[in-house]
């Protein structure tokens, strides 16, 4: 029995084709398993017409064989020594070589059917290869043989498939590259593969379409929704007996370890196809898989590129592929927004569907300015499955060091936290947080950086004096300029493109109530003079044309790491009392 590679949908008209020799079994056991099938309420077609002999098969025939979701193919003595069975099969093996001799006996009709002859070639081992059910007269009651194969067949056809996209721009090409990653037609081999990437961007569509596409061969399917939460909210024995009740029918369980143990026993017994959605702790793999070790392969789901992403953006905004040209430049403009991320596509096309032009210019302005929350909801729960310590790296890079190198941002993050960060930075990158760059650099997409910001801005909304990060040139400039240090102040990075120099106004003070403030980064802005004080927590100073000669005289910094003053008039002399304050060295130890 053979089910169609994209079936498990809705668009057959036949649900089973029987394919058969009418000699030999027409009114015996392939009329019975119709009967079977049809009683069942199983859509069955059965080709009762007395075609005349011949090698070619009707087109309604090949149309119905096309339209029929699964294929019965009953393999009698002498299935193989007819053509138009062969026709049947894609266009068995002793008989083939008769046709190759007839095909010998005139030359110009073997060049003409070499072709016909390879397909069935090729239809006969595919056949070969399937695994099926073999039923002898003495050994079983054809009757309950017949049962099996009706329930089976039931088994497959009531399954419900689920829903993908209501958009699927741009998802054939990749469910084809995960298809191809899991070899579904081998059947003694267990194929684990991951799906990761940032949230958002289509992990659990590209899932629930490639279960559609796979599912019919498998004996018992399970797609396991939200399993970071439902883990949270129910506990894992939960998950556990969901996934045995979806497969096997069982569902009492007494611990986690029970679950594990009867999962691994009961599940290898048959072909099962199992997605865990929304994954994000290795228990999780444990208790449901067994073996997260296993895991080798992974499959990467990257942004849309452009020409997809404006598609999809037409068609949730206008409900149509293409739109009208004066409407180029603001979809362009939410595109470039969206960075290629699906859910964000689709949350600004939906929202602004029936939306004029001067609405969709000030929406996007405002989406600048102030995140979406239902975009932001999404991406967030990376963020909340980090440890404390990630969550900080991470808002360290998102507010101040994106496009940094990567061992600049090592060295930065080292000096300001007191330990190594390249563990934490590496949970980044699994995450999908933060990408390295081919040429070294630390990236991340840009509603991500967005997202990391708005934390941190949502820290004192009103009153930037009371973040724990400062980037932002505007805020930088007003606390400065204003006196308004507070110890809330961690890291201070004033790093903006040349052209928007900026002359700061301030009597030098502005640090003074910075207690905590580790990391100084000055890197453009012209000071009208220089810092009165400046706290000893410092850790990172950097400072491109420190504003005079002298550091202020309280400034003891012991737990100095890196010190950079480029195109600065320090005196040597200078460096080496404040080296000697700081008892290290100038570069990162």
């Not at 559609?212 to 909210?233: G, M, Q, W, Y």
Request: aromatic share 10%.
């Amino acid at each position: 029995m053979q089910s169609s590679s994209s079936s498990f949908s809705y668009r057959f008209s036949n649900e089973v084709f029987l394919s058969f020799r009418g000699e030999d079994t027409r009114h015996s056991f392939t009329g019975n398993l119709y009967k079977a099938l049809s009683e069942r309420g199983i859509h069955t077609f059965i080709d009762d017409k007395k075609l005349p002999r011949g090698d070619q098969i009707s087109s309604a025939l090949e149309k119905a064989i096309e339209e029929s979701r699964i294929l019965i193919i009953v393999l009698s003595e002498n299935y193989a020594s007819s053509s138009f069975c062969l026709n049947e099969l894609g266009s068995f093996g002793e008989s083939l070589a008769n046709h190759e001799k007839k095909f010998n006996a005139d030359k110009e009709t073997f060049k003409c059917n070499l072709v016909k002859l390879e397909t069935w070639k090729m239809a006969l081992h595919q056949v070969a290869n399937l695994s099926g059910y073999h039923f002898k007269h003495g050994e079983e009651y054809e009757y309950k043989f017949i049962q099996r194969i009706v329930e089976l067949v039931s088994k497959k056809i009531n399954r419900v498939p689920l829903h993908v996209a209501d958009y699927p721009v741009g998802l054939e090409s990749r469910m084809q590259e995960v298809k191809a990653l899991l070899d579904v037609g081998s059947d003694d081999v267990v194929h684990l593969l991951g799906i990761h990437g940032l949230g958002g961007v289509g992990k659990t569509t590209l899932a629930a379409a490639v279960y559609n596409s796979i599912a019919d061969h498998f004996e018992a399917l399970c797609f396991l929704e939200n399993v970071r939460e439902t883990s949270k909210k129910h506990g894992l024995q939960h998950l556990q007996s969901n996934l045995l009740s979806e497969t096997v029918g069982e569902h009492k369980l007494i611990s986690v370890k029970q679950g594990i143990s009867i999962i691994q026993h009961r599940l290898q017994q048959q072909k099962i196809l199992l997605i865990l959605d929304d994954v994000d702790k290795r228990e999780q793999l444990q208790a449901l898989a067994g073996r997260p070790d296993l895991f080798g392969l992974g499959s990467r789901v990257n942004e849309l590129n452009e020409e997809h992403a404006l598609e999809l953006l037409s068609w949730k905004a206008f409900k149509l592929e293409k739109v009208e040209p004066f409407y180029k430049d603001v979809l362009n403009r939410a595109a470039t927004y969206a960075s290629g991320l699906p859910l964000a596509l689709e949350v600004i096309g939906s929202n602004l569907y029936g939306r004029n032009i001067e609405q969709w210019i000030s929406a996007l302005d405002r989406y600048k300015r102030i995140p979406n929350k239902e975009i932001q909801e999404i991406l967030k729960v990376s963020y909340d499955a980090l440890e404390e310590d990630e969550q900080s790296v991470f808002l360290d890079i998102a507010c101040c060091f994106k496009k940094y190198g990567l061992v600049e941002v090592e060295d930065i993050l080292h000096a300001h936290h007191g330990h190594c960060m390249k563990h934490h930075i590496g949970v980044l990158v699994e995450k999908s947080l933060i990408k390295i760059s081919f040429d070294g650099n630390v990236t991340l997409h840009d509603l991500i950086e967005d997202m990391g910001k708005e934390i941190v801005r949502q820290e004192s909304v009103k009153e930037p004096r009371k973040r724990s990060r400062l980037w932002f040139p505007k805020d930088i400039v007003q606390v400065l300029e204003e006196n308004k240090g507070t110890s809330q102040i961690e890291i201070i990075c004033m790093d903006f493109p040349i052209f928007q120099e900026i002359q700061i106004e301030w009597d030098g003070y502005a640090f003074k109530k910075m207690k905590k403030l580790k990391t100084l980064i000055i890197r453009n802005g012209h000071f009208s003079k220089g810092p009165k004080h400046l706290p000893n927590t410092l850790r990172v100073l950097e400072w491109k044309r420190y504003p005079t000669q002298n550091f202020p005289y309280d400034f003891y910094p012991k737990k100095l790491a890196i010190c950079k003053l480029p195109y600065s008039r320090f005196t040597s002399h200078e460096l080496a009392v404040l080296l000697k304050k700081a008892s290290v060295s100038s570069s990162f130890p």
